[in-house]
């Protein structure tokens, strides 16, 4: 009878948890309510008025300053059009950036005049800041050509009569709607007709259809994901900055507040528990670090009636991640599209911590405190806002890395274990199972990473240089998108396939004092043709000794098979069944690990991966000229079949 009672206790308790999380943002007040709670936009002051100079007098001087430098760069800046041949290029030769590095140029000085003013509030900025008002809003189209729809009716223009709410678009309406709020009083003072125009081409651009057009990023099961991605907290944040900076009109203001909670909760409800961002540590700040955005936005906007979202645990968990999956101070975790190397926005980070009272993402936020440069990021423009307000508490803030031990994401399917908790010392392995919908998506269920001394030495690529192929139906014509440039086996010849139904199955794992174990079956992760009726794989990793990692066949067939690991340094066989490779620290000492492998089953061969492409470029830049693949092919596949790799030092 008392394990009854404690069954329903728990059974009870779960439900009503699970309960908490559903409809969490638009769930608790209704839109009537919501137009009560939240402050007027004539009363709201989210930070202080350019005129309050002793509330800016509290804002971070060396910054400001700063600011202030990078923005007499900009007096005689041209405010540039935007041809309508550079948005062409990405249908005639699949090149992105070109359009996009005017466009983002423009928004981040921008920004940055703005902030000069509102430090030297001389007026000296005031007709820059104008001309590029007028020049943003004589733009055709906010967005970018590689947002725009692929039908026939757009072939790389956009239809100025059907206007798409995109990133970036959203991203424009924030930079205005700022602008706007700090500095208003001294454009009406040049003509009403600049504010105007703002609210006039926000409200048609931005505002209208996202109220009565339903864009795909508003909700799930997009590309068969069950999580809206990034775009979907990303846009949001930036539409509500827009929406309680410019609407005047407190009803359509709440009932353009209360949508954007119902498209948060499209991103909230089906999160995993355990908050594992599937994008990636490089995503996570246009993911979860934007639900904050949101959040805390909301929370500023309504006298703090949303903070009760701070004490869900799934929100908690979506903070940590990021933390939780760093290997090193310049390493994260790069499964997919992530980058090995991650940009963190450190004042943000520390107010998420802060929010969430976890004390471990403070001190990593405090870490990573911005110093004085200038520079103004062309997204995420209010984060430079808070930044302001916080870095003399950050500067006094404890500041380290959390570096756990042991790291297991359930829903994600992702661990990481180091030999020494907050230490980088030593090794370092990360594996993932999951399925081959996942957002940013590479083939790569079973993948496994190893570093040591916080340094790569067997690797996952990461993404390269977005073009038009990247998130097309060539995606996979990509090298570093397909499984066998990954730390995978191909077998039969086939590698993996893309879709929710490649997947891993029989997933386990296990952290017992100093071994840890992760198992997994990839059979499923090829295709039934592939000739695979089990492929069990098993990372075993000892602290302080090596990594073992155990593949065991059963095939349907035995072709040709073969095992490949991705590496940025040389290798060569020294002898039969040991392979070395030769690592290099972060100081440049030299240090070598063998691979140890069964020299009766399988014969190596090491190949330089050559980097030419337009989508290679981002791989340059990010680990140089340096990729090498080892490929362990076996002699005499059979049909049922045991392979063992031993990775240590030598």
């Known amino acids: 009878m008392k394990n009854l009672f404690l069954f329903c206790f ?24 919501l137009s009560k709670i939240l402050i007027p936009h004539s009363e709201w002051v989210p930070f202080p008025k350019t005129d309050d100079r002793t509330a800016w007098a509290k804002a971070d001087q060396d ?51 703005v902030l000069a003013e509102i430090y030297e509030n001389e007026g000296r900025f005031i007709d820059q800041i104008i001309n590029g008002l007028w020049s943003i809003c004589e733009e055709s189209w906010w967005g970018v050509p590689a947002h725009l729809p692929t039908g026939p009716e757009y072939q790389g223009l956009v239809d100025v009569r059907d206007p798409i709410v995109d990133l970036f678009g959203a991203e424009t309406a924030s930079f205005l709607a700022w602008t706007d709020y700090f500095i208003g009083e001294k454009l009406d003072a040049v003509s009403p007709q600049i504010r105007e125009r703002i609210y006039y081409e926000t409200n048609k651009r931005i505002f209208e259809p996202a109220m009565n057009k339903s864009h795909w990023w508003m909700g799930a099961k997009f590309g068969g994901r069950s999580v809206p991605n990034n775009w979907n907290p990303w846009i949001c944040s930036n539409w509500l900055c827009a929406a309680l ?82 290997i090193s101070e310049k390493y ?146 990509i090298w570093y998108n ?43 992760a090829f295709s039934d043709d592939a000739g695979i009726t089990g492929l069990q794989r098993e990372i075993r990793y000892t602290r302080g000794k090596q990594v073992a990692v155990t593949d065991n066949f059963t095939l349907a067939k035995a072709g040709r098979i073969t095992e490949h690991f991705m590496t940025v340094y040389p290798s060569e066989v020294i002898k039969p069944g040991q392979l070395v490779i030769h690592y290099q620290s972060e100081k440049g000492e030299t240090k070598d690990f063998i691979i140890r492998y069964d020299a009766k089953k399988m014969s190596p061969e090491t190949e330089k991966i050559k980097l030419g492409t337009e989508e290679d470029q981002a791989v340059l830049s990010r680990w140089g000229d340096l990729i090498y693949r080892i490929s362990f092919n076996f002699i005499s596949p059979k049909q049922k079949d045991q392979v063992l790799f031993t990775v240590s030092e030598k």
Not at 338 to 349: D, K, L, N, Q, R
Not at 502 to 514: C, E, F, L, P
């Open 10 to 33: 728990v059974f009870c308790f779960v439900v009503q948890s699970n309960a908490q999380t559903k409809n969490l943002l638009s769930g608790k007040y209704s839109e009537e309510q």
């Open 63 to 113: 910054m400001m300053k700063s600011y202030l430098a990078k923005a007499e760069e900009y007096l005689t800046y041209e405010w540039p059009s935007v041809p309508a041949t550079k948005s062409l290029l990405f249908v005639r030769n699949g090149n992105r950036t070109e359009y996009e590095s005017i466009s983002f140029k423009k928004r981040k000085v921008l920004g940055t005049l």
């Open 245 to 326: 900076l410019l609407e005047k009109n407190d009803k359509r203001r709440a009932a353009m507040v209360y949508k954007i909670t119902q498209v948060l909760d499209e991103f909230v409800n089906p999160y995993p528990e355990d908050g594992g961002c599937d994008e990636g540590p490089g995503y996570w700040g246009a993911a979860s670090a934007s639900l904050f955005d949101n959040i805390a936005l909301l929370n500023q906007a309504s006298n703090n009636a949303f903070s009760y979202v701070y004490e869900n645990e799934k929100i908690k968990n979506m903070g940590r991640y990021i933390y939780r999956v760093q």
């Open 332 to 477: 994260f975790v790069n499964f997919a599209d992530a980058s090995p190397e991650t940009y963190i926005a450190g004042s943000m980070v520390y107010r998420f911590g802060k929010a969430i009272h976890d004390d471990n993402m403070m001190a990593f936020g405090a870490f990573y405190k911005e110093e004085p440069t200038g520079n103004v990021s062309s997204s995420h423009f209010f984060r430079n806002l808070y930044q302001l307000f916080i870095q003399n508490e950050m500067g006094k803030a404890e500041k380290r890395l959390p570096l756990p031990k042991d790291v297991w994401l359930p829903d994600l399917q992702v661990m990481t274990a180091r030999d020494k908790e907050g230490s980088t010392e030593g090794f370092f392995v990360a594996a993932k199972g999951g399925h081959n919908a996942e957002s940013h998506n590479h083939n790569d269920v079973g993948n496994f990473i190893v570093y040591y001394n916080g340094q790569p030495l067997l690797i996952d690529v990461g993404s390269g240089t977005y073009t038009r192929k990247t998130f097309s139906s060539q995606r996979y014509e």
């Open 482 to 524: 397909c499984s066998n440039y990954h730390n995978l086996p191909t077998v039969n010849g086939a590698d993996q396939l893309p879709g929710s139904q490649y997947r891993a199955t029989d997933v386990n794992y296990k952290s017992t004092g100093n071994t840890v174990n992760f198992s997994l079956d990839i059979a499923k």
